[in-house]
C-alpha cells in the first residue's frame, strides 16, 4: 500500500516533469517568428506595460506577504510563516511565468496566423499551456517539498496550510487589484478616446491604449491562473488535513490527493499533446502500439482545420485528459489501498467541474436562447436589456447549485459509506474538489489561451496585417470567448468545494465538537457571512469607477501636454497610464482585501469560533450564487452584442446595438471585476480560518 | 400571574376596539367631499378596476384555497384546514378594506388638498388608518377566536400555525400577483401610449391608465397590507408555539405576545390620534390631567404646517406609539410574570425596526450621499447609472444585516439567561418580531397613506385642479415616498425576524434534536435554500415582461377596435385592461408561487427535516439580502431621477436625466415586484416546514 510519504514523492516527481515541459514549451514559443517592425513595437509597449505593473504589484506584495509572515510567526509558528511566503512565492512565479509568455505570444500568434488558423492556434494554445502547467507543477512542487521538510511533527499539515494562504493572498491581489485595473483601463481609455477625442478603439496615440491591453493579461492570465493555483493547492491541502484525522489509514489518505494530482499533471500533458502535436514528430509516426493508441486520439490539426474543428480540438484535449484521469486515478486509488468509494468521488468531482461549466456555456453563448433573449429585450432599449440579463443572470445559478449541491451529498455519502464518519464524507467532498481540478494542467491552457489570441487580434487591427490575417485572429479570439466562459465556470464550482472542503478542515482543526445550527452566535454568523459577498462586490464595482476616473485625468493631461500626440508625431507615455492603474488598483483593493483577512478574525475572537464556522457558510453560500449570476449575467451581455453584431435587430449602430453596449459594459465589472473576486473571497476567508483555528475560543460572548 | 387565556382574551377585546374604530375612521372618511364631477369620474374607473382586479383575484384565490385546504385536512387534521380558511379570508377581508378605502380616499383627499395640506393629510392618513388598524385587528381576532375554540387539546397551536398558512397564502397572492400586475400595467401603458401613441401620463383616453392608477393600489396597499398581515399573525404564532415548549410557566408565554398585540392596539390608536385629532374635538379640550398629558405630545395641525411639520407629525405618531409601548410591555411582562429579560427583548425589536427603517430611508432619500452619487453617475450615460445603483443596493445591506444579526444575538442571550434553554432563546427571537410590530396599526398607516396621495396626485392632474392644489397634492406624495421608503425597511425586516421564528418553531415541531451543520443533507440545503431567490427573482422579473406585453397588444387593439377613442369622443374599456393585467398577474405568478410552497414540501420529504431546516435558512439569508439590496437599489434610482428632475446636472430632459430614467425603470421590477416578493417567499416556505414539521422523516438517503 502506497503511504503519504511515497505518494508524495511521485508527486515531487510529476512537479518536476511539468517544469521540464514548461522549459521546453517555453522555449518552442519563444523561437517562432515574432512579425514585422509595427507588431513588435506594439508588443513591446505591451510588454514593457505589463513589467511596469509586474513590478509595482510586487513591490506593495512584499511588503503585504512580510507583515503577515510576521504576524503567523509570532502568534501561530514559524514553520507556518515559512510556508505562507514560500506559497506567496509559487503563486507569484507561476503568475510571473503565465504573464511573461502571453506578452509574448500575443504579436507571435498574430505572425503565425499569416500562415494559417492552426499555426496561430499552436502558439497561442501552448502559451496557454505554459500557464497551465507552471500553476500545477509549481504547487506541487512548493508543497510536496515543504511537506517532506515538515514531515515527521504531527503538526505538519497544519504548517503546509500556510502555503494555501500565501497563494490565497496573491490570488486576491491578482484577481482584484488585476480586475480593478483591467475595466479601469478600459473604462478610461474609452471615456477619452473614443467619446471625447473621436479615436477609434486600440488606437496607439490613446496613452491608455497599452494598459488596456496590459489589463487583458492581468486580469484573464494571471488574475485566473493566481485564483486557480488557489483553488487547486487549497483543495489538496483541504483533503489531506482531513485525511490526518481519519484514523489508522491516515497516511494513505494523505496521500491519495497528491497522487491525484500527480497522474493529472501526466493526463494534463496528453491533453495539451492532443492539441499541440505536429505531424513531422518522430512520437507522432512511433509504430510502437502503445504509441499508436496513444496517437490514434491526437486530432489532425492542418491548414485546412475549420474553426468548429478547432473548437472540437480544444474540447477533445479536455476530455482526453478526463480519461485518463478515470483510469489513473483508479489506479490511484487502488495503489493506496482506500475504498473504491473515493474512485467515484473523484469521479464525481470530474463530473461535476464539467457540467458546471456546460452550464455557463449554454447561459453565455448567442447561439443558445438565454444570450437571445436579452438581444431581443435590447430592442426595447437600455433598461429592458439589463431587466432580461440581471434575470438570465439569476436564473443561471440554478444548475451550477443543483449540481455542485448532489455532488456535495453522494460525495458525503460515498465518504461515509466508505469509512462510517463524518470526517470521511467531508475528505470526500475535498477529494471531489481535487477531482475536479485534476485536469487543470490542460483546462487552465485552453482557457489562458483566450487572452493570447484577444491580444493577437489587437496587434493584428493595430498594425494593419491583411484582412484575411485578422479573420483568422478573430476567429481565434471567438474560440478564446467559449472557452473563457468555460474556464470561469470551473473556477467558480472549484472555488466552493474548495472552500467548503477548507471549512470541513477549519471545523476538525478548531475542534469544534457539535455545531449546531441553533447555537447561539450561529444564526447572526450566516447573516453576515452571507452579506459580506454584497459588501465586498459593493467595494470593487464602485472602486472601478474610482480607479477609470484617476485614468481619464492622465489621458486628458497626456493629450493636452504631450504636443503631437494627436497627430500622431508624439509619443504616448503608455507607462504613466500602465503606473495610474497599477496604483489605483492597488490602492482600491486594500479594503475590500483587508476586509477578507480581517473579518474572519474578528468574528473568530469576538463571537467565536462556532460564529465564524457560520459565517464561512454564509458567506460561501451568497459568494457562489452572486459570482455566478454577475459572471454568467457579464457574459452573456457581452455575447447579445455580439449577436446584435452579426447582424440581428438591426446590426452595429442600431438602437438595440446601443442597448446591448450598455448592457456590455454594465456586465464589465460584473463579469471581470466583482464576480471573479468573489471566488477569492470565499477560499480566503476559509484558509484564514483554518490556520488560525486553533488561536479561536469559544468568544467574548459565552453563555 | 395573567396566564394564556386571559391574555388572549384582552387580545380579543383590543382586536374588536380596533375594528369598532375602522367603523368610525371609514364613516368619517366617505363622508368628506368627493370633489367635482370629472374627479368623480376617474375616481369611478379606479374603483370600477379595482373590484374587477378583486372578483378576479378572489375567483383564483377562492380555488386555491379550497385545494390547499382539502390537502391540510387530508393530511394533516381539519382544525388545521379551518385554521388556514380562516387566516386566508382574514387576510384578504384587510385587504379588500384597505383597498376599498383607499380607492375612494384618493378623491376625497385631492377635494380636501383645495382647503389645505392639512386636510389632505387628514384624509389620505385616516385611510392608511384604516387599513393598518384592519390588518392588526382582523389577525388579532382570527387568531384570539381561534386559539380560543381550539384550546385545551395539546395540538391547540398546531392548529392555529394554519392561520399564519392562510395568511401567507393570501400575502403570496397579493404581493406578487400585485407586483406583477402593478408594473405590467405600468410598461404596458407607457409603451403603447407615450411612446407609439404620443399621448401624455395619466391620459383618460389611455384603455390602461386605470390599471395603471388601480395597480398602484394594488402593490403599495394591498400588497404591502397582506405583507404584513402575514408578518404580524406569523411573528406571535411562532412566539407563542415557541412559548407552548418552555416548561412549566409556559402558559404566561403563550400569553405574552397576544398581551403585546394587545396594548400594541392600544399605543397605535394614540399614534393615529396624534395625527388625525381636530381642535374642536370634545377630548382635545379636555381638562382631565390625564387627558391633557395624552393631549401634549399630539402635534398641532393647521393650515399653517409645512411639508417639514407634516413628515415630523407622522414620524411623532410612530414615536409616540413606540413610547406608549415601552411602557404598556413593562406591564405586560410584569402581569404575565416572566422575566424582565423579554421586556428588553421586546424594546430590542423595536429599536432594530426603527433602525432599519433609518437606514431604508438614509440610501433612499435624495438629500443623502448614496442617491446623489448615482445622480452623478447619471452623467456619464445609463450604464455607469446602473453600475453605480447596483453597488448602492448591494452597499445597504450592510447594516440591516448587523442590525438584524445584532438583535437576534441579543434576543437569544437574553431569553437564554432567563431560562436556560435554547428555546428560550428562540421564543426571545419571536418576541424581538412581535416587538417589531407592535406599532404596526400606526407604522403601515404612514406607509399605506403614501399610494392614496400619489393616487389623489393624478386625479388632480387628470382633472386639472388649480396649480396650488396640484402642489399640495405632489408635496404629499414627496411625504409619502419618503414614508414608502421606511415602510419597506420595517417589512423586509419583520419578515426576516418571522422567518427566523418560524424556523424555530419548525425545529422544535419536527422534534430535531441535533441539528449539526455537518448533519451530510445540510450543505446542500443551505446551497440550494440560498439558491431560490435568485429563481424565484427571475421568475418574477422575467413575468412582469411577459404581462407588459398582453397588455400592449389589448391596448393597440381597442386604439384600432374602438371609433373616436383617440379623439375623446369613444369610451375605452378600461375594465378589460384591468381583466388583462389581473389575468396576467395570477398566471404568471403561479409557477413562483407554487414553487414557494412546493420546495419545501419536497426536500422535506426526499432529503429529510433536517435538509429542511438548512433549506430555510438558506433562503431566509440569501432572500433577506436580495430583497434589500433590490428594494432600495430600486428607490434609490426613482429618487435619483427626482433628485435630477429638481433642476440638477442639467434637469428634465437632459442626457443625466434620460440615463436617470433608464435605472428608474431597471428599479420598478426590482423595488416593486421581485424585491419585495421575496419576503413572502422566505416566511411562506417557513410556515409550510411548520405546518407540515410532524409529517417530515429522516428523509429517503438516510445514512
Redesign the interface.
Known amino acids: 500500500m502506497l503511504q503519504a510519504n511515497a505518494s508524495v514523492i511521485i508527486a515531487l516527481l510529476m512537479g518536476i516533469a511539468g517544469i521540464v515541459y514548461v522549459k521546453w514549451q517555453l522555449k518552442r514559443v519563444l523561437s517562432c517568428d515574432e512579425g514585422n517592425e509595427t507588431m513588435r513595437s506594439i508588443a513591446a509597449a505591451i510588454q514593457e506595460g505589463a513589467s511596469a505593473f509586474l513590478s509595482r504589484e510586487y513591490r506593495v506584495l512584499a511588503i503585504f506577504v512580510a507583515i503577515v509572515a510576521a504576524i503567523i510567526a509570532a502568534f501561530l509558528a514559524w514553520q507556518t510563516a515559512v510556508c505562507f511566503v514560500v506559497g506567496a512565492v509559487a503563486s507569484a512565479g507561476a503568475g510571473y511565468l503565465g504573464m511573461y509568455v502571453a506578452v509574448r505570444s500575443n504579436v507571435r500568434t498574430a505572425a503565425a496566423a499569416s500562415h494559417g488558423l492552426h499555426q496561430g492556434l499552436r502558439v497561442a494554445f501552448g502559451s496557454g499551456a505554459i500557464m497551465g502547467m507552471s500553476v500545477v507543477s509549481f504547487s506541487l512542487l512548493g508543497m510536496t517539498i515543504l511537506f517532506l521538510i515538515f514531515s515527521g511533527s504531527p503538526e505538519q499539515l497544519t504548517y503546509v496550510t500556510g502555503f494555501g494562504f500565501g497563494a490565497s493572498s496573491i490570488a486576491l491581489f491578482a484577481r482584484v487589484g488585476g480586475g480593478i485595473y483591467t475595466k479601469a483601463a478600459d473604462v478610461g481609455a474609452d ?1 477619452v478616446g473614443k467619446v471625447e477625442k473621436g479615436i477609434p478603439e486600440d488606437d496607439p496615440r490613446n496613452p491608455a491604449v497599452i494598459a488596456d491591453n496590459v489589463g487583458d493579461n492581468v486580469g484573464d492570465v494571471a488574475g485566473m491562473g493566481a485564483d486557480l493555483f488557489e483553488s487547486y493547492s487549497s483543495s489538496i491541502i483541504a483533503a489531506a488535513a482531513l485525511g490526518a484525522s481519519l484514523g489508522a489509514n491516515s497516511l494513505a489518505f494523505i496521500g491519495l490527493p497528491f497522487l491525484i494530482g500527480a497522474v493529472g499533471v501526466l493526463a494534463s500533458l496528453y491533453g495539451i499533446y492532443m492539441v499541440t502535436a505536429e505531424d513531422n514528430w518522430k512520437i507522432r509516426q512511433s509504430t510502437n502500439p502503445v504509441l499508436v493508441l496513444f496517437n490514434k486520439f491526437v486530432t489532425q490539426i492542418d491548414e485546412t482545420a475549420s474553426l468548429q474543428a478547432l473548437l472540437d480540438a480544444l474540447r477533445r484535449s479536455v476530455w482526453g485528459a478526463s480519461a485518463l484521469i478515470v483510469v489513473f486515478s483508479l489506479l490511484a486509488v487502488l495503489l493506496t489501498g482506500v475504498s473504491l468509494n473515493y474512485w467515484f468521488v473523484i469521479l464525481v468531482g470530474l463530473v461535476a467541474g464539467n457540467g458546471i461549466a456546460y452550464v455557463t456555456e449554454y447561459y453565455t453563448s448567442y447561439t443558445e436562447k438565454p444570450v437571445k433573449s436579452i438581444a431581443e ?1 435590447c430592442q ?5 436589456t ?3 440579463g ?3 443572470g ?2 443561471s ?2 444548475f451550477p ?2 449540481i ?3 455532488a ?2 453522494v460525495s ?2 460515498l465518504g ?2 466508505a469509512d462510517g464518519s ?1 470526517t470521511a ?2 475528505y470526500a467532498v475535498a477529494l471531489a474538489g481535487v477531482g475536479m481540478l485534476s485536469t487543470l494542467g490542460v483546462t487552465l491552457a485552453t482557457d489562458a489561451y483566450g487572452p493570447v489570441a484577444d491580444n493577437a487580434g489587437g496587434i493584428a487591427e493595430m498594425s494593419h496585417l491583411p484582412e484575411e490575417v485578422r479573420q483568422r485572429t478573430d476567429a481565434l479570439d471567438s474560440l478564446g470567448n467559449t472557452t473563457a466562459a468555460t474556464g470561469k465556470g470551473f473556477a467558480i464550482g472549484s472555488a466552493v468545494l474548495t472552500a ?1 472542503a477548507l471549512l ?1 478542515a477549519y ?1 476538525t482543526a478548531a475542534k469544534i465538537d ?5 447555537a ?12 459580506l459577498p ?2 465586498f ?3 470593487t ?2 472602486a ?2 474610482k480607479a477609470a476616473y484617476n485614468i481619464v485625468l492622465e489621458v486628458r493631461r497626456q493629450f493636452q501636454e504631450i504636443p503631437g500626440l494627436m497627430e500622431g508625431t508624439g509619443k504616448p507615455d503608455y507607462a504613466a497610464c500602465v503606473g495610474i492603474s497599477t496604483e489605483g488598483a492597488l490602492k482600491e483593493m486594500m479594503i475590500p482585501g483587508t476586509m477578507a483577512v480581517v473579518v474572519p478574525l474578528i468574528v473568530g475572537f469576538v ?1 467565536g469560533k462556532e460564529a465564524l ?2 459565517l464561512l ?2 458567506t460561501t ?2 459568494g ?2 452572486l459570482a455566478v ?1 454577475m459572471a454568467n449575467a457579464g457574459g452573456a451581455w457581452d455575447n447579445a452584442k455580439k449577436w446584435i453584431e452579426t447582424g440581428q435587430y438591426g446590426g452595429k449602430g442600431s438602437d438595440a446595438h446601443k442597448a446591448a ?2 448592457g456590455d ?2 456586465g464589465d ?1 460584473f463579469k471581470d471585476t466583482s464576480g471573479p473576486s468573489l471566488n477569492i473571497l470565499i477560499k480566503l476567508m476559509s484558509i484564514v480560518s483554518l490556520v488560525f483555528a486553533s488561536a479561536f475560543g469559544s468568544g467574548w ?1 459565552s ?1
Not at 457539535?514 to 441553533?518: A, P, Q, R, W
Not at 447561539?520 to 452579506?531: E, F, R, S, V, W
Open positions: 471615456l429585450a426595447t432599449g437600455p433598461a429592458t439589463i431587466i432580461q440581471t434575470a438570465v439569476m436564473m445559478t440554478v447549485v443543483l455542485t449541491a448532489v456535495i451529498l458525503i455519502w461515509h459509506k463524518i464524507g467531508l467548503l470541513g471545523i457539535s455545531l449546531s445550527i441553533l447561539p452566535t450561529m444564526l447572526p454568523g450566516i447573516l453576515i457571512g452571507a452579506m454584497f459588501l462586490s459593493a467595494m464595482m464602485s472601478v469607477g463571537l464556522a457560520g457558510i454564509g453560500a451568497s457562489f450564487l449570476m453596449v450598455v459594459t454594465v465589472p460572548l453563555f
